[in-house]
């Protein structure tokens, strides 16, 4: 179907692409945006979206909320590709009836966080490349993107630091290295560089430059500084370039792994990437360390995204102490043994009558043809 939409509306979805592009919009995004923009198409059987409005928007939108029972920032964002794609692409902003489509209302969700103790028996089940990428995302906070977009010049370890490019909304922060990992990235990183010295022997060795770093500097590519903590094992012919590439680990391998090591742990939790960095910035509070601190690792640009993790603290809601809790020793309270069942008396057992007995074709008498 997918293919039937390129042929059908192939100028629209270039339009989409280079929109997004000159926006500088992640590729996340893109794929995203293409993807929704793609299925809206097909759900009115690949008319040309001019053709469309927001009666035929509505019409998707509650098919994705009723029958595909989607999450709200889910249809959110299907709605957010739509509205992308009349106001910025096809210049239709200025129909008014695009502006009477409401956005689902997201509800308050609280994040999974897992014990210290729970951290470190899923840590302990992982192994190889994967285990080192969970552990920074436990230790420094960071999504999974940004860990695997770690390039060599990005950790610093002379001041354990970890420098986060191009992170959520396009910012650069810096972020915790800790101690204990950067002997094993010293290991890890000295590993990865005979393997790319060995690219090079073979004309290879090159990797993706961000926005036009290759044309101001033909041989960055090939560079060790710019090369990727975390690469893939496998290399890539560009097609535009020719260049033998390695892209970094691909994150499905690292989810992967957490599920995995999450049920050999015997969790009972729903433990995926983003998991530790919750766990990261809950102990972190827990520890005394100071909101605002906080907000700057993670890099929030609003301080009430940070304030949520106030409310998963290990002593309740808030961090507030239950007053039962401060009770010198309370007796457990009692338990009532159960009642035993009362039984009603049977009714006495009816005797039927002899002369009911000798008319009975029931009776236990034989019958008096099977004498012979």
Same mark, same amino acid.
């Given at each position: 179907?997918?293919?039937?939409?390129?042929?059908?509306?192939?100028?629209?979805?270039?339009?989409?692409?280079?929109?997004?592009?000159?926006?500088?919009?992640?590729?996340?995004?893109?794929?995203?945006?293409?993807?929704?923009?793609?299925?809206?198409?097909?759900?009115?059987?690949?008319?040309?979206?001019?053709?469309?409005? @927001?009666?035929?928007?509505? @019409?998707?939108?509650?098919?994705?909320?009723?029958?595909?029972?989607?999450?709200?920032?889910?249809?959110?964002?299907?709605?957010?590709?739509?509205?992308?794609?009349?106001?910025?692409?096809? =210049?239709?902003?200025?129909?008014?009836?695009?502006? #009477?489509?409401?956005?689902?209302?997201?509800?308050?969700?609280?994040?999974?966080?897992?014990?210290?103790?729970?951290?470190?028996?899923?840590?302990?089940?992982?192994?190889?490349?994967?285990?080192?990428?969970?552990?920074?995302?436990?230790? @420094?906070?960071?999504?999974?993107?940004?860990?695997?977009? +770690?390039?060599?010049?990005?950790?610093?370890?002379?001041?354990?630091?970890?420098?986060?490019?191009?992170?959520?909304?396009?910012?650069?922060?810096?972020?915790?290295?800790?101690?204990?990992?950067?002997?094993?990235?010293?290991?890890?990183?000295?590993?990865?560089?005979?393997?790319?010295?060995?690219?090079?022997?073979?004309?290879?060795?090159?990797?993706?430059?961000?926005?036009? +770093?290759?044309?101001?500097?033909?041989?960055?590519?090939?560079?060790?500084?710019? *090369?990727?903590?975390?690469?893939?094992?496998?290399?890539?012919?560009?097609?535009?370039?020719?260049?033998?590439?390695?892209?970094?680990?691909?994150?499905?391998?690292?989810?992967?792994?957490?599920?995995?090591?999450?049920?050999?742990?015997?969790?009972?939790?729903?433990?995926?990437?983003?998991?530790?960095?919750? =766990?990261?910035?809950?102990? +972190?509070?827990? @520890?005394?360390?100071?909101?605002?601190?906080?907000?700057?690792?993670?890099?929030?640009?609003?301080?009430?995204?940070?304030?949520?993790?106030?409310?998963?603290?290990?002593?309740?809601?808030?961090?507030?102490? =239950?007053?039962?809790?401060?009770? =010198?020793?309370?007796?457990?309270?009692?338990?009532?043994?159960?009642?035993?069942?009362? *039984?009603?008396?049977?009714?006495?057992?009816?005797?039927?009558?002899?002369?009911?007995?000798?008319?009975?074709?029931?009776?236990?008498?034989?019958?008096?043809? #099977?004498?012979?």
């Amino acid at each position: 179907m997918d293919e039937a939409v390129d042929e059908g509306a192939p100028r629209v979805l270039d339009q989409v692409r280079a929109a997004l592009r000159v926006r500088h919009l992640s590729r996340s995004t893109e794929e995203a945006y293409v993807s929704w923009i793609k299925r809206y198409i097909q759900f009115h059987d690949f008319r040309h979206p001019k053709e469309m409005g @927001a009666p035929e928007i509505e @019409a998707f939108l509650s098919y994705l909320a009723v029958k595909r029972k989607v999450s709200a920032s889910t249809q959110n964002q299907a709605l957010s590709a739509l509205l992308f794609l009349y106001r910025d692409v096809l =210049s239709m902003g200025e129909r008014p009836d695009l502006d #009477s489509i409401v956005h689902a209302k997201r509800l308050q969700r609280l994040p999974t966080v897992l014990t210290p103790r729970e951290v470190t028996l899923v840590l302990n089940e992982m192994r190889g490349t994967s285990a080192m990428v969970a552990r920074l995302l436990y230790g @420094a906070g960071l999504r999974l993107q940004e860990g695997l977009s +770690l390039r060599v010049k990005d950790i610093d370890f002379t001041n354990c630091q970890l420098m986060v490019r191009s992170g959520k909304g396009g910012k650069d922060r810096r972020a915790l290295l800790p101690e204990r990992m950067a002997p094993i990235l010293f290991r890890h990183l000295n590993l990865v560089q005979k393997r790319h010295e060995a690219d090079l022997r073979r004309g290879a060795g090159w990797v993706e430059l961000p926005d036009a +770093l290759d044309r101001k500097l033909p041989n960055a590519g090939r560079a060790w500084m710019w *090369q990727w903590v975390f690469p893939a094992t496998r290399t890539y012919l560009h097609p535009e370039t020719g260049e033998r590439r390695r892209h970094h680990l691909h994150e499905t391998v690292v989810q992967r792994e957490v599920t995995q090591a999450s049920r050999a742990a015997g969790l009972h939790k729903r433990v995926t990437c983003h998991t530790f960095r919750h =766990s990261f910035a809950t102990h +972190l509070l827990e @520890a005394g360390q100071d909101v605002r601190t906080l907000q700057e690792l993670l890099g929030h640009t609003n301080l009430n995204t940070t304030m949520i993790y106030t409310h998963v603290l290990k002593r309740g809601p808030g961090g507030v102490q =239950s007053p039962l809790d401060r009770l =010198s020793d309370p007796d457990p309270p009692k338990q009532t043994p159960p009642k035993a069942p009362t *039984q009603k008396p049977k009714p006495p057992r009816k005797v039927d009558p002899p002369w009911l007995l000798r008319h009975n074709h029931y009776a236990d008498e034989p019958d008096s043809e #099977s004498d012979d």
